[in-house]
């Protein structure tokens, strides 16, 4: 299972890279981050681009820093990195819980966030925690920048809002106050997710305040659980509720079916990790306080 | 349209190397065929089994799913360098003490991936280390005597550092 | 059915309680090497210069080859040949096939008029680089006429099926219903009969190294060389040399280590012959690397595909009478092994109970998916699940304990001979279970299941199971399955030759004997130092390859170890009885008053007169006229080491003999939650006591019952060849085959007993399989305990959340 070949560019500034996608727009060019979905794909030669654009010399796209409320996120920043961040664990917790759960350390080394994010696997852990999270997506392309609503970004599964000759650049979290949560059903630990939930709940006393829930596995993209959180806002913050909304969070779904759940199992476990989540997050806004 | 090369240089093992390499060259081949280490296996090619794990810039990597051009610049560690001078690294030394193998494929991804692990925490538990070498595929095993190996082999190199310090 | 009085046994042997090598977890002989990375495998052998082999699959399950056009492959860069099936038809004749009718199911090394499964191979194309091959391999035009796949065995056989061939004129490719002991008396004398139907979906050894070949054609000779990592027996070569069309004596197929195998490197010849054929096609070594996607679709070596159909006739008070079995096994598109899976099935099929009376009924269906091959238990390990399944089954029914109800039924008689004619040499059932329930500390999770349910809502299982692991097969298991067997062959031996050089030092060499995991040279070292008095670690241990080898089988049906001591012992014996000819005549003392102590020769009563085997060695080497003319100089010998105990079954075929005589024993016992809201299970305990007589290192032992276990649990669990209803394998990569990581694999408290075979060597039987033939049934058998209380019954495996959550769903109880 060898790659087909390509050619191939390591450029050292965004502009270059821009440039490059553009002028070898006809080769079908790819962006090479990590390469840790990439590479398996043109491996078994299920992706086939005439033209790969390392990004792994340009500068300006790793770094984490805060911008008021926002924590900003270069787009090569290695998935590796976020896990060790004292100040991901501290401003953005469940972007920090969710990278735990994404394959192994050795993937996480060279993987990065704007890579998971442009492959865009609707399996993926990242693109839930975006859509909970309300992130923007920064794109650059010939001719400026832009920012995209997450809630724009994916389109289809492996299908995201970037054009041909943009390249994503920085992710910008809003923060949270309150409680979070990352859980996921895979078959083998690590493994991808069957399905995966991203949650976060602000609670004000007892009852729930500001939430947010995505979750994975049971559409083409990952999705707002928006039914959910409807049942949520301003609900007590108990098991009942949390049971009620993850059974309005399913309802009018019909995942695809694949060889390791049907569509049914796949409402089922999705109901089990809603609710799962709900828990968990707002358990932890109470300790929070 | 004729293959273009690239120039690359890697450190393995401490030793410099420029090389010419198309750009679809997978690292785990540079380093099997070009450089004649064959210990870094290939399992999946496809990033799952850990089968050919290294060490890049001392962080684990999987060298199927990496090009070599990726890897200019690198400093690389594999199997081959664990022995120093004719002796076994205590790793190497306790999965041999512990049946810590039986085929030996999944063996040279272990043992990298086992130096990264006592490198981040010298002093795991067994549960630690089950979790962390569910990164790497064995077959023949059940790990159980793998972990009995990587936590001899961190006791042994807790004590040597104590020594040394 | 307990006469030890019947033909054909060997010697009853003494053993030795005074054992110094034998029985030692000693560090293993073949470590070093592969932990500096330097394994030798297959991969690691390609010198410059070598082509690179590739081949184009079929996407199709079922479907005619109209055209393939290879023009633009052949002009693409590097490429130095394409060949397709049509032309390697030319080239190779047929691969060796011991099924039923290799005539009417010939499989060939690439598919020639029409394609049976997803991923048979219709073109290779041979180029300087894999990368390059791979690149031709897309300029390769096929066009197929899809035809409907037949998929479902039971669909398979019924009537209208498509033909997966249509010479054979049916999909049935065997069919037979064996007798043993009065069958109707036990079911018209039994209280109850428990029925049930239970599937087992197929699942393989997915070592992490697939297969490899390295092919050099010399045309000066027209032989053929051929480094692979797959197993051959050696006396069967000849059937892989008419495939190449040359001689037997032209064909020198040479082991190299494997990284892992369980059964699908045994006579995975289909790499070394693609290879071969393009080496004479080129005339340049040629090797063939399959890679992860070759080997998951077209590995020739899936394993067992199997719906039961099962009537056990039980007495109240829980005395097992007899069984009724009738086995669909879904084979694939072609039979290389016959049903030989059920002959393994059949050395134990009633297991560790006194069953009276078996009734088996086997048919074999072709359907459009990869073949069956070898996979660790080789189809025992089916029927063990599905004994212990009706077991439980029975005790649910009768309400009686599932413990209670295996110990009234144990065989406590040794040697004890089933109704199928095999025979169990020795065993202690009862030690191996007590042991088991102590070790999995019984009563207290006992306790703690019924605390854990009523106090807060969970699902713990425990599963018993007892079960047996035969090692060491025949030749007969081969050819019992039909009247008038076209080779009724016999033969089924191991070789060492042991070469004691000037210095003394001693070097073993093995016949096409694999090291894929196992420890040959370890067993060996262990043996000869064992017989010599020496280190292990003095020990040379290398392999040879066909030709000038001696016969050999190989690993398989665990019998290295055991046919390794044989042939060890037979080898020595040679050299100690020259050795004290020797001495004796340099001591000018008659032979008989000689006794070896020590590693050496000396005088019985005067010991300080001695010559050590070093003595003995380099006088025999180099000072010819100190002994007499018909003393050869050198100092060695070779065993070839045939199976001590087998016997010929009967014309009616209602006894099949002794075909797998050295019977092990396990108990493996489980305790597992499972999550009724999601269908995980997990592990909270594991304890696994096997009896697998002497043994020779028992780390070494104990590690391949955690690496059984764990594929056991992978076969339980998480692993399956899934083929949809169209016939497109969907598990073709490791992200949907699932191989177990260290994370589902639990802590393995292991516990040994050992019941020496009162007819091998030091007493040693085989137990590389034994993990894996306990674990499904152990697994399914908590799984199902598990559930009992909410009237919920897993009878398929493997048992997947889909599965358990469908069955939960079913009983109205989804969580």
């Known amino acids: 299972m060898k790659p087909p070949p390509f050619s191939y560019a390591a450029p050292?500034?965004?502009?270059?890279?821009?440039?490059?996608?553009?002028?070898?727009?006809?080769?079908?060019?790819?962006?090479?981050?990590?390469?840790?979905?990439?590479?398996?794909?043109?491996?078994?030669?299920?992706?086939?681009?005439?033209?790969?654009?390392?990004?792994?010399?340009?500068?300006?796209?790793?770094?984490?820093?805060?911008?008021?409320?926002?924590?900003?996120?270069?787009?090569?920043?290695?998935?590796?990195?976020?896990?060790?961040?004292?100040?991901?664990?501290?401003?953005?917790?469940?972007?920090?819980?969710?990278?735990?759960?994404?394959?192994?350390?050795?993937?996480?080394?060279?993987?990065?966030?704007?890579?998971?994010?442009?492959?865009?696997?609707?399996?993926?852990?990242?693109?839930?925690?975006?859509?909970?999270?309300?992130?923007?997506?920064?794109?650059?392309?010939?001719?400026?920048?832009?920012?995209?609503?997450?809630?724009?970004?994916?389109?289809?599964?492996?299908?995201?809002?970037?054009?041909?000759?943009?390249?994503?650049?920085?992710?910008?979290?809003?923060?949270?106050?309150?409680?979070?949560?990352?859980?996921?059903?895979?078959?083998?630990?690590?493994?991808?997710?069957?399905?995966?939930?991203?949650?976060?709940?602000?609670?004000?006393?007892?009852?729930?305040?500001?939430?947010?829930?995505?979750?994975?596995?049971?559409?083409?993209?990952?999705?707002?659980?928006?039914?959910?959180?409807?049942?949520?806002?301003?609900?007590?913050?108990?098991?009942?509720?949390?049971?009620?909304?993850?059974?309005?969070?399913?309802?009018?779904?019909?995942?695809?079916?694949?060889?390791?759940?049907?569509?049914?199992?796949?409402?089922?476990?999705?109901?089990?990790?809603?609710?799962?989540?709900?828990?968990?997050?707002?358990?932890?806004?109470?300790?929070?306080? | 349209m004729a293959p273009t090369t690239c120039t690359i240089t890697v450190t393995v093992n401490g030793q410099p190397h420029v090389a010419e390499v198309e750009p679809r060259r997978l690292l785990v081949d540079f380093l099997r065929e070009d450089l004649g280490l064959p210990g870094t296996h290939i399992g999946c090619e496809q990033g799952v089994c850990g089968t050919c794990t290294i060490l890049l810039n001392g962080a684990s990597i999987r060298s199927c799913i990496t090009l070599a051009v990726q890897a200019d610049g690198a400093e690389i560690s594999t199997v081959e360098g664990l022995a120093r001078d004719g002796e076994l690294h205590p790793l190497q030394d306790e999965f041999a003490a512990k049946q810590g193998l039986q085929c030996g494929y999944c063996t040279p991804g272990m043992l990298m991936r086992a130096c990264e692990i006592l490198a981040e925490n010298p002093d795991p538990t067994p549960a630690e280390v089950r979790s962390a070498i569910a990164s790497n595929l064995c077959r023949c095993t059940g790990y159980q005597f793998i972990i009995e190996a990587v936590i001899s082999a961190a006791a042994r190199m807790r004590a040597t550092k104590e020594v040394a310090s | 059915m307990t006469t030890a009085s019947r033909p054909g046994a060997p010697p009853v042997r003494d053993h030795s309680a005074k054992r110094r090598w034998v029985g030692q977890s000693i560090r293993r002989v073949e470590d070093p090497k592969f932990l500096l990375g330097r394994g030798g495998y297959i991969a690691d052998r390609i010198t410059p210069g070598t082509l690179h082999a590739a081949v184009l699959r079929s996407p199709h399950p079922h479907a005619r080859i109209l055209r393939i056009e290879v023009a633009q492959a052949l002009a693409a860069p590097g490429v130095r040949a394409v060949i397709t099936g049509l032309q390697a038809a030319e080239l190779c004749d047929p691969m060796p096939d011991f099924g039923p009718d290799p005539a009417r199911h010939t499989w060939r090394c690439l598919a020639v008029d029409k394609v049976r499964y997803v991923g048979e191979g219709v073109a290779v194309v041979v180029a300087d680089s894999r990368y390059l091959a791979e690149d031709a391999l897309e300029l390769i035009e096929v066009e197929y006429e899809a035809l409907p796949a037949v998929v479902d065995p039971e669909r398979a056989l019924a009537d209208g099926a498509p033909l997966v061939h249509e010479a054979l004129g049916s999909n049935c490719a065997y069919e037979r219903t064996f007798d043993f002991g009065e069958v109707e008396r036990d079911f018209a004398e039994a209280d109850v009969i428990i029925t049930d139907r239970l599937r087992w979906h197929r699942s393989g050894g997915q070592p992490l190294e697939t297969v490899g070949a390295i092919a050099e054609y010399d045309p000066g000779t027209g032989s053929f060389t051929i480094d692979t990592n797959t197993l051959?027996?050696?006396?069967?070569?000849?059937?892989?040399?008419?495939?190449?069309?040359?001689?037997?004596?032209?064909?020198?197929?040479?082991?190299?280590?494997?990284?892992?195998?369980?059964?699908?490197?045994?006579?995975?010849?289909?790499?070394?012959?693609?290879?071969?054929?393009?080496?004479?096609?080129?005339?340049?070594?040629?090797?063939?690397?399959?890679?992860?996607?070759?080997?998951?679709?077209?590995?020739?070596?899936?394993?067992?595909?199997?719906?039961?159909?099962?009537?056990?006739?039980?007495?109240?008070?829980?005395?097992?009478?007899?069984?009724?079995?009738?086995?669909?096994?879904?084979?694939?598109?072609?039979?290389?092994?016959?049903?030989?899976?059920?002959?393994?099935?059949?050395?134990?099929?009633?297991?560790?109970?006194?069953?009276?009376?078996?009734?088996?009924?086997?048919?074999?269906?072709?359907?459009?998916?990869?073949?069956?091959?070898?996979?660790?238990?080789?189809?025992?390990?089916?029927?063990?699940?599905m004994l212990e399944q009706m077991v439980d089954k029975a005790a649910r029914e009768l309400g009686l304990d599932p413990v209670a109800t295996r110990r009234k039924n144990f065989i406590r008689d040794f040697p004890h001979f089933i109704p199928t004619g095999n025979v169990y040499d020795s065993g202690d059932y009862d030690r191996v279970l007590d042991k088991?329930?102590?070790?999995?500390?019984?009563?207290?999770?006992?306790?703690?299941?019924?605390?854990?349910?009523?106090?807060?809502?969970?699902?713990?299982?425990?599963?018993?199971?007892?079960?047996?692991?035969?090692?060491?097969?025949?030749?007969?298991?081969?050819?019992?399955?039909?009247?008038?067997?076209?080779?009724?062959?016999?033969?089924?031996?191991?070789?060492?030759?042991?070469?004691?050089?000037?210095?003394?030092?001693?070097?073993?060499?093995?016949?096409?004997?694999?090291?894929?995991?196992?420890?040959?040279?370890?067993?060996?070292?262990?043996?000869?130092?064992?017989?010599?008095?020496?280190?292990?670690?003095?020990?040379?241990?290398?392999?040879?390859?066909?030709?000038?080898?001696?016969?050999?089988?190989?690993?398989?049906?665990?019998?290295?170890?055991?046919?390794?001591?044989?042939?060890?012992?037979?080898?020595?014996?040679?050299?100690?009885?020259?050795?004290?000819?020797?001495?004796?005549?340099?001591l000018e003392i008659a032979p008989e008053d000689m006794e070896w102590a020590d590693g050496g020769f000396r005088v019985r009563g005067d010991p300080e007169r001695r010559k050590s085997l070093a003595e003995i060695a380099i006088m025999l080497h180099l000072f010819k006229h100190s002994f007499p003319d018909d003393m050869e100089s050198g100092l060695e010998g070779s065993k070839v080491f045939d199976h001590p105990y087998t016997t010929m079954p009967s014309a009616d075929r209602k006894d099949l003999g002794v075909f797998y005589p050295f019977m092990g024993h396990a108990c493996h016992v489980p305790v597992v939650e499972v999550d009724i809201e999601t269908g995980a299970v997990t592990f909270l305990h594991y304890a696994a006591v096997h009896d697998c007589g002497t043994l020779v290192n028992p780390r070494s032992l104990a590690g391949?019952?955690?690496?059984?276990?764990?594929?056991?649990?992978?076969?339980?669990?998480?692993?399956?060849?899934?083929?949809?209803?169209?016939?497109?394998?969907?598990?073709?990569?490791?992200?949907?085959?699932?191989?177990?990581?260290?994370?589902?694999?639990?802590?393995?408290?292991?516990?040994?007993?050992?019941?020496?075979?009162?007819?091998?060597?030091?007493?040693?039987?085989?137990?590389?399989?034994?993990?894996?033939?306990?674990?499904?049934?152990?697994?399914?058998?908590?799984?199902?305990?598990?559930?009992?209380?909410?009237?919920?019954?897993?009878?398929?495996?493997?048992?997947?959340?889909?599965?358990?959550?469908?069955?939960?769903?079913?009983?109205?109880?989804?969580?």
């Open chain 3, 232 to 385: 051959s027996f050696t006396s069967y070569l000849f059937m892989a040399a008419n495939t190449l069309k040359v001689p037997a004596n032209k064909l020198d197929i040479r082991p190299v280590p494997a990284g892992g195998s369980f059964g699908s490197k045994l006579f995975a010849n289909k790499p070394a012959v693609i290879a071969a054929m393009c080496s004479r096609a080129t005339g340049r070594k040629v090797a063939y690397l399959e890679d992860r996607v070759d080997n998951i679709s077209n590995c020739d070596h899936h394993g067992s595909d199997r719906v039961y159909n099962v009537e056990l006739a039980m007495m109240r008070d829980g005395t097992m009478r007899g069984i009724k079995i009738d086995v669909v096994d879904d084979y694939g598109a072609y039979m290389q092994f016959g049903v030989g899976h059920h002959g393994n099935a059949l050395a134990q099929v009633v297991g560790p109970y006194t069953i009276g009376s078996v009734r088996y009924r086997v048919r074999a269906a072709l359907t459009n998916k990869n073949q069956q091959g070898a996979y660790r238990g080789f189809g025992s390990e089916v029927n063990n699940w």
């Open chain 3, 436 to 586: 088991a329930l102590e070790l999995a500390d019984y009563s207290r999770w006992r306790a703690e299941q019924k605390r854990l349910r009523e106090e807060e809502g969970r699902y713990i299982g425990i599963g018993v199971i007892c079960a047996q692991e035969r090692s060491v097969f025949s030749a007969t298991e081969f050819w019992f399955w039909f009247d008038e067997p076209g080779a009724p062959v016999t033969s089924t031996p191991e070789s060492v030759t042991l070469k004691v050089d000037a210095t003394g030092g001693i070097t073993a060499i093995l016949y096409s004997c694999a090291f894929w995991g196992n420890s040959p040279e370890t067993m060996v070292a262990q043996f000869v130092a064992e017989e010599f008095d020496c280190s292990p670690y003095d020990v040379s241990v290398v392999y040879h390859g066909s030709r000038d080898g001696l016969p050999a089988t190989g690993p398989g049906g665990s019998r290295t170890t055991v046919m390794l001591a044989g042939a060890v012992e037979g080898a020595a014996g040679k050299i100690k009885e020259k050795a004290r000819r020797a001495a004796a005549h340099l």
């Open chain 1, 12 to 289: 050292t500034t965004l502009d270059e890279a821009i440039g490059l996608l553009t002028e070898h727009s006809d080769a079908e060019p790819r962006v090479l981050a990590g390469g840790q979905s990439l590479i398996p794909l043109m491996n078994f030669r299920l992706a086939k681009p005439g033209y790969l654009i390392d990004l792994r010399n340009v500068t300006g796209l790793t770094g984490i820093r805060h911008e008021g409320h926002v924590l900003i996120i270069g787009a090569m920043t290695r998935m590796s990195e976020l896990e060790r961040s004292d100040e991901v664990a501290m401003a953005a917790p469940l972007l920090a819980e969710a990278v735990g759960f994404i394959a192994h350390t050795p993937v996480r080394n060279r993987g990065t966030i704007g890579g998971s994010l442009a492959h865009a696997d609707p399996a993926a852990e990242l693109p839930a925690v975006t859509l909970a999270s309300d992130a923007e997506l920064v794109a650059a392309g010939p001719t400026g920048s832009r920012q995209i609503r997450a809630a724009e970004f994916f389109t289809g599964p492996f299908g995201t809002a970037l054009a041909p000759d943009e390249i994503l650049t920085e992710i910008r979290l809003p923060l949270w106050h309150g409680g979070h949560a990352f859980v996921e059903f895979s078959r083998i630990h690590a493994n991808f997710a069957v399905v995966g939930v991203a949650a976060l709940a602000e609670l004000n006393g007892d009852r729930i305040g500001r939430v947010a829930l995505a979750v994975t596995g049971v559409a083409p993209t990952a999705i707002r659980a928006t039914a959910a959180e409807h049942v949520l806002a301003g609900a007590s913050a108990d098991a009942t509720t949390a049971a009620e909304a993850a059974q309005a969070a399913v309802e009018g779904l019909s995942p695809a079916a694949d060889l390791h759940a049907s569509a049914e199992t796949r409402l089922a476990l999705a109901r089990t990790y809603l609710r799962r989540g709900i828990e968990l997050a707002t358990s932890r806004a109470r300790n929070e306080r």
């Open chain 3, 704 to 815: 391949h019952i955690v690496g059984g276990t764990a594929q056991g649990i992978g076969t339980a669990l998480y692993e399956e060849y899934v083929y949809d209803e169209d016939g497109q394998l969907l598990s073709s990569s490791y992200l949907d085959y699932l191989i177990p990581s260290a994370m589902e694999v639990p802590e393995v408290g292991i516990g040994h007993v050992e019941t020496p075979s009162p007819y091998t060597p030091h007493g040693v039987k085989g137990g590389g399989e034994g993990g894996r033939m306990m674990a499904p049934a152990a697994i399914n058998a908590a799984v199902n305990d598990a559930l009992a209380p909410l009237g919920v019954r897993l009878t398929e495996l493997p048992m997947t959340p889909e599965r358990i959550l469908s069955a939960l769903r079913a009983a109205g109880r989804a969580g």
